[in-house]
């Protein structure tokens, strides 16, 4: 799991609530992103992070706000939460180099329900 | 930005058969491709990746070709066994591109 951990793992949440899901890695790697997956969608990118307090967006980030305060850590932010944003949210990391042409490995999700 | 399409959504194969997965790209800049196992319950997991200036790579039973003019590669299983049941996702990154786009998935079953 390249060390990397999400929490938590399972959230219920009610409409309009903020939500924060975390992912912490334990080795130093500078980039991170968070997916979200969706039946017939595959894997989205919501947002992703090159740097400590660097970060742009992905192709579904309406909605979301993300922040990384620590090299260890990236943070997912539903502002207020909608049904729509139901989901299993993946972090990630690349491995080596610039991020690019690098291996992406996976935490093992968070299963959000908005209600 | 890059498309991927994945075919089949779902593929049934009998034990000890072949198993092929095909995605084709828009970006013609794209260079890297991997495919990713995900198992029920868990993250996705790398599998096999390849880069464009390669046109095959194997790993025991497991291959991947890509075909850079028509903008499609495959992964291909051989000797399927019933752990290889899961879903399957391929992706592509473009040149210059720090995330990867990922194809809708395909749920592999193999018989016993």
């Known amino acids: 799991d390249a060390g990397i951990t999400q929490s938590p793992r399972h959230k219920v949440t009610e409409t309009g609530t903020p939500v924060t899901l975390r992912c912490h890695q334990t080795?130093?790697?500078?980039?991170m992103y968070w997916y979200r997956q969706d039946p017939g969608h595959g894997l989205r990118l919501i947002h992703y992070?090159?740097?400590?307090?660097?970060?742009d967006k992905g192709e579904v980030s309406d909605g979301y706000s993300v922040s990384r305060s620590k090299t260890e850590d990236f943070l997912l932010t539903l502002e207020s939460a909608t049904s729509s944003q139901t989901s299993v949210y993946f972090c990630?990391?690349?491995?080596?180099?610039?991020?690019?042409?690098?291996?992406?490995?996976f935490g093992q999700g968070t299963r959000l329900t908005v209600v | 930005g890059e498309n991927v399409e994945q075919h089949p959504s779902t593929l049934s194969v009998q034990e000890g058969d072949s198993a092929v997965i095909k995605c084709t790209y828009s970006?013609?800049?794209?260079?890297?491709f991997p495919w990713y196992k995900q198992e029920l319950g868990k993250g996705p997991q790398l599998i096999i990746d390849?880069?464009?200036?390669?046109g095959e790579k194997k790993d025991q039973r497991i291959a991947v070709t890509l075909n850079k003019t028509a903008k499609h590669f495959s992964l291909h299983i051989t000797e399927t066994q019933p752990e290889d049941s899961a879903v399957y996702f391929c992706?592509?990154?473009?040149?210059?591109?720090?995330?990867?786009?990922f194809g809708s998935g395909t749920r592999l079953q193999v018989q016993p």
């Open positions: 990630a990391i690349s491995v080596g180099g610039q991020g690019l042409n690098t291996e992406a490995f």
């Open positions: 080795e130093n790697h500078r980039y």
């Open positions: 992070s090159y740097g400590v307090k660097d970060t």
């Open positions: 970006d013609s800049a794209s260079n890297y």
């Open positions: 390849i880069r464009s200036n390669v």
């Open positions: 992706a592509a990154r473009g040149a210059g591109r720090r995330a990867l786009t």
